[in-house]
């Protein structure tokens, strides 16, 4: 067993969510919502794995509430505008409006039609809690499990805020390099492997990139990735607005 300061430990629980926060971007977002990008099975995965280990989420209701956010910006439908809803209450409540959509089983049946489970789906990865109980163990086994309580707790609060962040303060102020609701701001970028270059993904939100700056991190990597045959970045949506984000099939 590891014996680690206070200050390591947060620094894990930063690098734990920053892993999450990857496949976030990567994997829930540009790959499955968007068709922006696809991934090498391996890569995806691994992904699929990390996913299953630190936050537990299910895809298919990930990318539903998503792709609906899309379809409605700041509309009454939206499931978590701060303009409808307040920018305090998504900020800091955004894992209950998330919570509130994600259990409509119209919504799924919408907006991830396409994404039907398979049998790893079945099996394993729709069992969150048994990923972030197991993902938990391993902190116990590799810290002992005071320092995997820190660990655990920080990645959970901060992962949450970052998300409440983009959908809350994304959509309500920072920089508007193009003309729609949602907002630039670097800070957050940086925090969330590019997802707070909002305002640029709202305006090509087929594209693997969100904006040409090295602030979108999350395009880099996807980048890196693809030179590595990891993945593909599907360059031809880069710089073409597409009034239909929501690839749904049928
Ligand atoms: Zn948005
Ligand atoms: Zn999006």
Excluded at 6 to 29: D, E, G
Excluded at 76 to 97: M, R
Excluded at 241 to 249: A, Q, T, Y
Aim: with cysteine; glycine share 8%; proline share 5%.
């Amino acid at each position: 067993m590891l014996s680690v300061s206070l200050p390591v430990a947060l620094l894990i629980a930063f690098a734990v969510t920053q892993l999450a926060n990857v496949v976030t971007t990567l994997y829930l977002h540009r790959t499955l919502s968007h068709r922006a990008m696809s991934l090498s099975a391996p890569l995806e995965f691994v992904m699929r794995t990390v996913l299953w280990l630190t936050i537990g989420i299910d895809r298919r209701e990930w990318v539903a509430v998503h792709r609906k956010h899309h379809v409605f910006s700041d509309e009454p439908q939206d499931p978590h505008s701060p303009i409808q809803k307040g920018v305090w209450h998504v900020t800091f409540g955004n894992v209950l409006y998330y919570r509130r959509e994600a259990d409509k089983p119209e919504t799924l049946a919408t907006y991830a039609r396409d994404l039907e489970p398979d049998r790893w789906e079945r099996m394993v990865f729709s069992h969150g809690m048994v990923g972030v109980g197991l993902g938990i163990a391993l902190l116990v086994v590799l810290f002992g499990p005071l320092t995997a309580a820190v660990i655990a707790v920080v990645h959970t609060v901060l992962y949450i805020f970052l998300s409440g962040c983009v959908n809350g303060l994304g959509h309500w102020f920072g920089r508007r390099a193009h003309d729609n609701k949602a907002t630039n701001q670097r800070w957050l970028a940086l925090l969330t492997c590019g997802e707070g270059m909002h305002n640029e993904h709202h305006e090509y939100p087929r594209s693997p990139y969100f904006g040409s700056s090295w602030w979108d991190l999350g395009g880099r990597l996807g980048r890196m990735f693809a030179r590595f045959h990891l993945a593909v970045m599907h360059e031809s949506t880069r710089y073409s607005r597409d009034n239909d984000p929501v690839p749904v099939g049928g």
